[in-house]
C-alpha cells in the first residue's frame, strides 16, 4: 500500500463525508456507513483486541461486514471462516493462523474453542475518544473446493483493493451478490460497496434465492455478482424477473457462452461481465464484450496484472495476487518469478483463449483427457438446458465414460420420464457429436430436477 494511504476500512470510510447514504442490509436489520465509520458494535473495548490474531466465526454476513470494519488496523491478523467449514477443521485453523481471539454472532453459552471470545453486535455505539494507532492488518481467506482442511491465504487490504479502481461516489449504486463475502468473490462485493460509498444486500442465513431475489428487488439493486452456477438457479425463480440490474457480473466459475446470452437477453438494461479471479491470483481480468474466454492480446503485457500460459494453465501475477499460504505444510503459492498458477486450463482458437477446465478436474477416458467443463458448456448450447453438470462412469473397457446430468428450463415436468425429455436428450446428444471428439461425448445423459450447488456458488462436483 502507498505511503500515507490510510491503512484500515473504517480510515477509508473516515476520511470522506460522502458515506451517508450508504447501508448494509441484511435480512433483518441494516446498518449505515456512516454510523460505521464512527462507532462500534464490539461489546468490548477495541483495545483488547489491537495486535491479536483474531478468527472471525460469525454466522450472519452483515456481523461479518460490521467485524470487517471495525478490526481492520486493529487486529494483527483477520481469519475470516467461511460458513461451511466443517467443525472437524477448526482446531487446526486456529492452531495454524495462531489465533487468540474469536469474535463470533453466536449469543449461546457454548465453548468457542478460543482462549478469548468476544461476541460482534450490530447495535452501535460512540466510540470512545482514545483512538487507537492503526496497523496494517493481515487478512486470512480459506479456499474452496477441497475436499480436506482448506488451505489459508495470506492477504491485506492493499492487494484485496487493489483491482478495484474508478470507484463512483454518489451515483446510487446498490450491489448485491449471491456470494458469502466469507469467501474472495463476495469480499470483493463488499469493498467495491463500501469504498465507492455504495450500499450492499446481504443474504440472510439459510435464505432461499427466492427471498433473496425479492429483497434485492425491494432495495432497488443496481448491481449484482455471482457465479454462472448461481445465476443459473437464479433465473429458475418467478423473481429474477423483481430486479432490473444496469450490472451484471459473473465469476468463480467457466462463464459460456449459453449463460452470457441468457443473462444479456433476460436483462437487456444491464451490461454483462465475467472475471476471473481466485483466492490465490486476485482478479485477474474482466471481459466487457459479450463472450465466452478472453482475448489473446491480455497476455504479455507490463501493466500492474501480468498472465501467461505454461503447460496450458494460466498464471497470473499481479499487485492483488496474494502474499503466501499460512502453513509450510501448503508449499509455496508464488513461483519464481512471482506468478501464481491457477491450475486452469485453456485452450487458444484464433485471437482468443477458452476455458476447458480444472486440471485436477480432467476425466481420462482410456488415456484421453476430458475437461467436464468443456462438455458442458456445448450441452448448455441447446435452448431447453438450464444448467448441466459432467462426471466419469466407471467401465472396465476404457476405465471411464462420460456422463452427463442436465436440468431443463421446463422444470420437473420435463424430467426424465417426460416424452419430451426424450426427445431433448437425442439433440443434446447430436450438438455434441457435432461439437466435440467422440471421447468427450457423453455415453449418458439423465435429466435431472435440480443440481447441487455448493455453499461457495460452484456446482458439487463428485469426485472420480
Given at each position: 500500500?502507498?505511503?500515507?494511504?490510510?491503512?484500515?476500512?473504517?480510515?477509508?470510510?473516515?476520511?470522506?463525508?460522502?458515506?451517508?447514504?450508504?447501508?448494509?442490509?441484511?435480512?433483518?436489520?441494516?446498518?449505515?456507513?456512516?454510523?460505521?465509520?464512527?462507532?462500534?458494535?464490539?461489546?468490548?473495548?477495541?483495545?483488547?483486541?489491537?495486535?491479536?490474531?483474531?478468527?472471525?466465526?460469525?454466522?450472519?454476513?452483515?456481523?461479518?461486514?460490521?467485524?470487517?470494519?471495525?478490526?481492520?488496523?486493529?487486529?494483527?491478523?483477520?481469519?475470516?471462516?467461511?460458513?461451511?467449514?466443517?467443525?472437524?477443521?477448526?482446531?487446526?485453523?486456529?492452531?495454524?493462523?495462531?489465533?487468540?481471539?474469536?469474535?463470533?454472532?453466536?449469543?449461546?453459552?457454548?465453548?468457542?474453542?478460543?482462549?478469548?471470545?468476544?461476541?460482534?453486535?450490530?447495535?452501535?455505539?460512540?466510540?470512545?475518544?482514545?483512538?487507537?494507532?492503526?496497523?496494517?492488518?493481515?487478512?486470512?481467506?480459506?479456499?474452496?473446493?477441497?475436499?480436506?482442511?482448506?488451505?489459508?491465504?495470506?492477504?491485506?487490504?492493499?492487494?484485496?483493493?487493489?483491482?478495484?479502481?474508478?470507484?463512483?461516489?454518489?451515483?446510487?449504486?446498490?450491489?448485491?451478490?449471491?456470494?458469502?463475502?466469507?469467501?474472495?468473490?463476495?469480499?470483493?462485493?463488499?469493498?467495491?460497496?463500501?469504498?465507492?460509498?455504495?450500499?450492499?444486500v446481504l443474504s440472510g442465513r439459510n435464505e432461499s434465492t427466492t427471498s433473496f431475489l425479492s429483497r434485492l428487488g425491494a432495495h432497488g439493486v443496481t448491481h449484482v455478482s455471482g457465479t454462472p452456477s448461481h445465476w443459473r438457479r437464479a433465473l429458475m425463480s418467478p423473481d429474477a424477473r423483481v430486479i432490473a440490474p444496469r450490472y451484471v457480473r459473473l465469476s468463480g466459475e467457466i462463464a459460456d457462452q449459453a449463460i452470457l446470452n441468457t443473462l444479456c437477453s433476460f436483462y437487456p438494461q444491464a451490461a454483462v461481465s465475467?472475471?476471473?479471479?481466485?483466492?490465490?491470483?486476485?482478479?485477474?481480468?474482466?471481459?466487457?464484450?459479450?463472450?465466452?474466454?478472453?482475448?489473446?492480446?491480455?497476455?504479455?503485457?507490463?501493466?500492474?496484472?501480468?498472465?501467461?500460459?505454461?503447460?496450458?494453465?494460466?498464471?497470473?501475477?499481479?499487485?492483488?495476487?496474494?502474499?503466501?499460504?499460512?502453513?509450510?505444510?501448503?508449499?509455496?503459492?508464488?513461483?519464481?518469478?512471482?506468478?501464481?498458477?491457477?491450475?486452469?486450463?485453456?485452450?487458444?482458437?484464433?485471437?482468443?483463449?477458452?476455458?476447458?477446465?480444472?486440471?485436477?478436474?480432467?476425466?481420462?477416458?482410456?488415456?484421453?483427457?476430458?475437461?467436464?467443463?468443456?462438455?458442458?458448456?456445448?450441452?448448455?448450447?441447446?435452448?431447453?438446458?438450464?444448467?448441466?453438470?459432467?462426471?466419469?462412469?466407471?467401465?472396465?473397457?476404457?476405465?471411464?465414460?462420460?456422463?452427463?446430468?442436465?436440468?431443463?428450463?421446463?422444470?420437473?415436468?420435463?424430467?426424465?420420464?417426460?416424452?419430451?425429455?426424450?426427445?431433448?436428450?437425442?439433440?443434446?446428444?447430436?450438438?455434441?457429436?457435432?461439437?466435440?471428439?467422440?471421447?468427450?461425448?457423453?455415453?449418458?445423459?439423465?435429466?435431472?430436477?435440480?443440481?447441487?450447488?455448493?455453499?461457495?456458488?460452484?456446482?458439487?462436483?463428485?469426485?472420480?
Amino acid at each position: 500500500m502507498p505511503p500515507n494511504c490510510p491503512v484500515s476500512l473504517r480510515e477509508k470510510l473516515g476520511n470522506e463525508s460522502d458515506c451517508s447514504g450508504g447501508f448494509l442490509h441484511g435480512a433483518e436489520t441494516s446498518v449505515s456507513l456512516a454510523n460505521l465509520s464512527r462507532g462500534t458494535s464490539l461489546d468490548c473495548r477495541l483495545r483488547d483486541l489491537w495486535g491479536r490474531s483474531v478468527l472471525l466465526a460469525t454466522r450472519d454476513q452483515l456481523a461479518t461486514a460490521v467485524a470487517l470494519i471495525e478490526l481492520d488496523g486493529v487486529a494483527s491478523r483477520l481469519v475470516i471462516c467461511p460458513p461451511d467449514l466443517p467443525a472437524r477443521h477448526l482446531p487446526s485453523v486456529i492452531c495454524n493462523c495462531g489465533a487468540d481471539a474469536i469474535v463470533s454472532d453466536d449469543h449461546s453459552d457454548g465453548d468457542s474453542g478460543g482462549p478469548l471470545r468476544v461476541v460482534c453486535r450490530l447495535d452501535i455505539t460512540p466510540m470512545k475518544e482514545e483512538q487507537l494507532e492503526h496497523r496494517t492488518t493481515d487478512w486470512v481467506l480459506l479456499t474452496s473446493g477441497t475436499t480436506g482442511a482448506p488451505k489459508m491465504v495470506r492477504h491485506d487490504l492493499g492487494s484485496l483493493t487493489a483491482p478495484i479502481v474508478n470507484q463512483g461516489h454518489g451515483t446510487g449504486i446498490v450491489w448485491g451478490t449471491f456470494y458469502d463475502i466469507r469467501r474472495y468473490g463476495g469480499l470483493q462485493i463488499f469493498l467495491r460497496a463500501v469504498l465507492g460509498r455504495g450500499s450492499l444486500v446481504l443474504s440472510g442465513r439459510n435464505e432461499s434465492t427466492t427471498s433473496f431475489l425479492s429483497r434485492l428487488g425491494a432495495h432497488g439493486v443496481t448491481h449484482v455478482s455471482g457465479t454462472p452456477s448461481h445465476w443459473r438457479r437464479a433465473l429458475m425463480s418467478p423473481d429474477a424477473r423483481v430486479i432490473a440490474p444496469r450490472y451484471v457480473r459473473l465469476s468463480g466459475e467457466i462463464a459460456d457462452q449459453a449463460i452470457l446470452n441468457t443473462l444479456c437477453s433476460f436483462y437487456p438494461q444491464a451490461a454483462v461481465s465475467h472475471a476471473f479471479a481466485s483466492t490465490e491470483a486476485g482478479v485477474a481480468f474482466e471481459v466487457n464484450d459479450g463472450l465466452e474466454g478472453f482475448p489473446a492480446s491480455l497476455l504479455g503485457t507490463r501493466g500492474q496484472v501480468q498472465m501467461k500460459i505454461e503447460n496450458d494453465s494460466l498464471r497470473v501475477c499481479s499487485n492483488g495476487t496474494a502474499f503466501d499460504y499460512v502453513g509450510k505444510e501448503n508449499g509455496d503459492l508464488l513461483d519464481h518469478e512471482g506468478f501464481v498458477d491457477t491450475g486452469d486450463i485453456v485452450e487458444l482458437r484464433g485471437d482468443r483463449y477458452y476455458f476447458l477446465g480444472r486440471r485436477h478436474g480432467v476425466i481420462n477416458i482410456g488415456g484421453l483427457k476430458v475437461y467436464p467443463e468443456e462438455v458442458e458448456a456445448v450441452i448448455n448450447r441447446h435452448p431447453a438446458v438450464r444448467m448441466s453438470m459432467v462426471r466419469s462412469r466407471r467401465n472396465p473397457i476404457t476405465g471411464a465414460l462420460v456422463s452427463a446430468d442436465v436440468v431443463l428450463k421446463g422444470g420437473p415436468d420435463q424430467g426424465e420420464k417426460s416424452n419430451q425429455a426424450d426427445g431433448f436428450k437425442r439433440e443434446i446428444l447430436q450438438i455434441c457429436q457435432e461439437n466435440l471428439a467422440a471421447h468427450k461425448v457423453p455415453a449418458t445423459i439423465r435429466c435431472v430436477p435440480e443440481l447441487e450447488v455448493a455453499a461457495a456458488g460452484k456446482l458439487m462436483r463428485p469426485h472420480a
